[in-house]
């Protein structure tokens, strides 16, 4: 699948450090699209104290979907300082799919993260 290869050869350049690929992250964030909602996922596994920074610029797309995956990606990455950033959406009421088998409705952008704060700080249900 080209889109994992693409994002296999962009996390073999971040192995050199967040810099070497920040062009392609800002070409992204510019652009939008699948590729910006799809990035956030691939920055939550570059190791590097720049990463929480890098996505939390995702949280001020337009797109819910952009927003969304990159709420995600932050609740995985589980960095305490990003809490600010998710904390600034919650009442966010813009609508947005997740996958998620308990609940199939759409979410709202605010509720994601709260649920993201819950997994960062540990105050889950």
């Known amino acids: 699948d080209v889109r994992l290869l ?5 996390l073999h350049l971040a192995e050199n450090g967040l810099s070497a690929i920040l062009p392609a992250v800002e070409d992204l964030l510019a652009a ?9 996922y691939l920055l939550a596994d570059v190791e590097d104290p720049e990463t929480p920074g890098v996505l939390a610029r995702f949280l001020t797309q337009e797109d819910g979907d952009i927003v969304a995956s990159a709420i ?32 199939p409705s759409d979410w709202t952008i605010g509720r994601l993260a709260e649920e993201a704060i819950d997994m960062i700080t540990g105050d889950g249900h």
């Open 6 to 10: 693409s994002g296999d050869a962009l």
């Open 32 to 40: 939008g699209g699948l590729g910006a909602e799809e990035m956030p």
């Open 72 to 103: 995600e990606a932050i609740a995985e990455y589980g960095d305490a300082a990003s809490v600010p950033a998710l904390e600034a959406l919650k009442g966010d009421k813009r609508l947005v799919s997740v996958d998620d088998d308990s609940d």
